[in-house]
C-alpha cells in the first residue's frame, strides 16, 4: 500500500532502536471535536497490512461525537507504530472534507430544500478518490470526475468557434452525438445564458455571478422547462446559503478540498500481561 510505504519505508528506526517493537499493545482513535467521520475503508486497508486485530466502532458518514472512539487495534508495538500516523492522517483530512462539505449542505438545505453541493475536479492531483469520497461521506456529490463522464463547454472551448454558424452546427452535433449525456455550459452573463438555454443546453452553470444576476437565470427556467441551473465561483461555507436562496439546483464548489483537517487523538497503550 503506497500510503503506508511512503511513511513505514524499510524500517521504524525509533521502534527499533528502542527495542519495543515486539511488545504487545493497543492504539485507539477519537476526534477532539464533533465529526463527520471518513477514512474508515482506506484506514482499514492499513490495518490489515499492518496485520493487526481491529474494530470499527463507527462508519463512514457517521456524525462522531467528540471523545467517541472511531476504531481500536492491537498487535505488537511495531506494527502499531507503522499505522498509527498513516491511519491518522487518512482520518484527519479525510473527515476534515467530510465535514466541511457538511456544513455547506445543512446551511444550503435551510434555504433551498432540494439543492444538491457538488465538487469540482479541482481535487490535488493523486488524491481525488480519497476526497471525493469524502465529499460523498458529508452529504456531497461528485460534479465532474473527470473529462470523460460528463459534457461541460468552458469559455476555452468556445475560443475554437468564434463564427457562429460554426459553433451552432458543433453544439448541435455534440447533443447527437451523446444523447444520454447533459450538455452543460458554463456562462458568464444573462444574455449569454439565454442564448445557450435556446441552443438546448441541460444546465447552465453560472460563473461567478452576484446574487441578483443569478436570480435573473434562474428565471430562465420558467421559459425553458427543461433547464437546470447551477452556481459556482468562490462559494463556500460562509456565503452558501445566499447563492442556494437564489433557486438554484446545484451549487458547484472546489472549497471542501481546503477544509482544515479534524483533529483525532491517539491513544496508544502497553498490553497488561
Known amino acids: 500500500m503506497d500510503l503506508l510505504r511512503e511513511d513505514s519505508g524499510y524500517f521504524d528506526l525509533t521502534t527499533f532502536g528502542l527495542g519495543i517493537g515486539e511488545k504487545r499493545g493497543s492504539i485507539s482513535f477519537a476526534p477532539k471535536a464533533d ?3 471518513s ?3 482506506e484506514a482499514k486497508k492499513v490495518f490489515q497490512e499492518c496485520e493487526l486485530e481491529y474494530i470499527f466502532f463507527q462508519k463512514n458518514g457517521a456524525f462522531v461525537e467528540a471523545g467517541q472512539t472511531i476504531a481500536e487495534c492491537k498487535g505488537d508495538a511495531k506494527s502499531l507504530h507503522r499505522a498509527w500516523k498513516t491511519a491518522q492522517n487518512i482520518f484527519e483530512y479525510m473527515s476534515g472534507i467530510a465535514t466541511y462539505t457538511h456544513e455547506m449542505v445543512q446551511k ?8 444538491t453541493i457538488a465538487t469540482t475536479r479541482k481535487n490535488f492531483p493523486t488524491a481525488k478518490e480519497l476526497m471525493l469520497k469524502a465529499v460523498m461521506d458529508g452529504g456531497g456529490v461528485v460534479h465532474r470526475l473527470g473529462l470523460f463522464d460528463s459534457v461541460l463547454i468552458f469559455e476555452q472551448h468556445l475560443v ?3 463564427n457562429e454558424e460554426e459553433l451552432i452546427n458543433s ?6 452525438s451523446f444523447v444520454e449525456k ?22 447552465l452553470q453560472c460563473e461567478k455571478m452576484s446574487p ?4 435573473k437565470c434562474v428565471g430562465l427556467k420558467k421559459e425553458f422547462g427543461h433547464l437546470k441551473v447551477s452556481a459556482t465561483g468562490g462559494i463556500n461555507a460562509s456565503n452558501v446559503a445566499e447563492f442556494a436562496a437564489c433557486g438554484v439546483d446545484a451549487i458547484v464548489t472546489s472549497s471542501p478540498y481546503h477544509a482544515k483537517p479534524a483533529d483525532i487523538k491517539v ?3 502497553e498490553e497488561q500481561k
Not at 444550503?108 to 439543492?115: G, H, T, Y
Not at 441578483?212 to 436570480?215: C, D, E, V
Open 160 to 162: 475554437f468557434l468564434q
Open 212 to 215: 441578483s444576476l443569478l436570480l
Open 108 to 115: 444550503a438545505r435551510l434555504v433551498n430544500p432540494d439543492i
Open 35 to 37: 465529526t463527520i467521520l
Open 267 to 269: 491513544i496508544m497503550k
Open 39 to 41: 477514512g474508515c475503508d
Open 182 to 203: 447533459k450538455i452543460i455550459v458554463e456562462v458568464e452573463s444573462y444574455e449569454q445564458a439565454r442564448y445557450f438555454a435556446l441552443l438546448g443546453a441541460d444546465v
Open 171 to 176: 453544439f448541435q452535433k455534440l447533443k447527437k
